[in-house]
C-alpha cells in the first residue's frame, strides 16, 4: 500500500510556478489537487504526475477571482471526503503599466485574485486545518512585497497584502500545528514574465536576475515543509529585499519611480 504524504491543493497549478510546486510536492510523495481555470493543462498534468509518481491527482476547474469561488471548492471538496493537509496559494495575474492608462477592471481582476480570492481561500481552508491541529500553508508573494512598484503599482500592493497577511498569521497560529510560509520570488521565467515583457517594449531583463520556476518552487517546497515564515529564493533576490527593508523610504521611492517609468 502507498502513503501518501498528505493531500496539497495547488491553486494555478496550470502553468509556471503552480505547475513546478505540484511536480515537488508529488515527487515527494503527497496526492494532490490541481486547481485552475485551463481543465486540459490540469489534465494533462495530473496524468503525467500520476504516471511518474503513482500519487492521487483531482483536478477541479475553477476562476477563484469569481466571489464565493473558494467556498463551494471547499464544500465540494469536504463533501467528497478530501482532507487538505496543504493549502498552496500560488494563483495570480499581473499587469504592468501606467496606473492611469489601465482600466479600473486590469485593476480589479489583479484584486480579485491575488487579494480577495487568497483570503478566501486561507477563510475556508484553515479551520479545518486548526480542528485537526495539523496543516501547511504556503502563499506566494513576490520580492515587489518588499517595495511600492511604479509600473507594476497595483500589483505590488496586492503581494504587499499577501505578504504582510503571511507574516500576521504565521504569529497568530504559532502553536497551532499549522504553519504559514510566504515564498517571495525574484522575476522568474514563466507566462507571466513573458506576457509583461511582451507587452511592455521598455520592460526588458538582463537574463541573470531572471530565476527558473523549478528552483523556486523547491525552495517555496523546503520552507514550507519547515515551517518558515518567509522565502525570498536566490541570493539577488534576499539582497534586494535585505536592501529594500535598509534604504530610506523617501531614496528607495525615487529610486524605484526611476526604473519605473523608464519601462513605459
Ligand atoms: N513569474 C514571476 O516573475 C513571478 C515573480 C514573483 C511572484 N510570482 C507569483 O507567482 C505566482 C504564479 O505566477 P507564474 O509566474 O507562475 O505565472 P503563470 O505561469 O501565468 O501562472 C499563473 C497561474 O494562475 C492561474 N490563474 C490565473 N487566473 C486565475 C483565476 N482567475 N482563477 C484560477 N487560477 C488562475 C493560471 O491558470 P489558468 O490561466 O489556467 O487559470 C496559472 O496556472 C503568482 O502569484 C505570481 O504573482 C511570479
Known amino acids: 500500500m502507498r502513503e501518501s504524504g498528505g493531500t496539497v491543493l495547488v491553486t494555478g497549478a496550470s502553468s509556471g510556478i503552480g505547475e513546478a510546486l505540484a511536480s515537488v510536492f508529488a515527487e515527494h510523495g503527497h496526492d494532490l489537487v ?4 485551463s481543465a486540459d493543462k490540469l489534465e494533462q498534468l495530473a496524468d503525467q504526475l500520476v504516471a511518474d509518481h503513482g500519487v492521487v491527482v483531482a ?16 464544500d465540494g471538496l469536504r463533501r467528497e471526503g478530501w482532507e487538505i493537509d496543504v493549502l498552496v496559494n500560488n494563483a ?13 477592471g486590469d485593476h480589479q481582476r489583479m484584486i480579485q485574485l491575488n487579494v480577495a480570492g487568497m483570503t478566501d481561500l486561507l477563510a475556508c481552508f484553515l479551520p479545518d486545518m486548526l480542528e485537526r491541529g495539523s496543516g501547511r500553508i504556503l502563499n506566494v508573494a513576490s520580492i515587489a512585497s518588499f517595495l511600492p512598484v511604479p509600473s507594476l503599482a497595483t500589483y505590488a500592493a ?8 503571511g507574516e500576521a498569521l504565521a504569529e497568530e497560529l504559532r502553536g497551532s500545528g499549522v504553519t504559514v510560509t510566504t515564498l517571495c520570488p525574484g ?3 514563466t507566462h507571466m514574465m513573458n506576457d509583461a515583457m511582451a507587452s ?6 538582463p537574463r541573470m536576475v531572471i530565476g527558473d520556476a523549478e528552483s523556486v518552487a523547491r525552495d517555496g517546497f523546503r520552507a514550507c515543509m519547515k515551517g518558515e515564515t518567509v522565502e525570498v529564493p536566490g541570493a539577488l533576490n534576499q539582497a534586494l529585499t535585505l536592501t529594500a527593508r535598509n534604504t530610506p523610504k523617501w531614496l528607495l521611492h525615487r529610486l524605484t519611480g526611476l526604473m519605473g517609468r523608464s519601462t513605459f
Open 92 to 104: 495570480g495575474v499581473l499587469q504592468h503599466g501606467a496606473f492611469a492608462e489601465m482600466s479600473p
Open 59 to 74: 483536478v477541479r476547474t475553477v476562476d477563484l477571482s469569481k466571489p464565493r469561488s473558494a467556498g463551494k471548492l471547499a
Open 158 to 165: 496586492t503581494k504587499a497584502y499577501v505578504l504582510s497577511l
Open 34 to 37: 490541481l486547481v485552475a481555470r
Open 200 to 205: 511592455s517594449e521598455g520592460l526588458k531583463l
Open 187 to 189: 522575476v522568474t521565467d
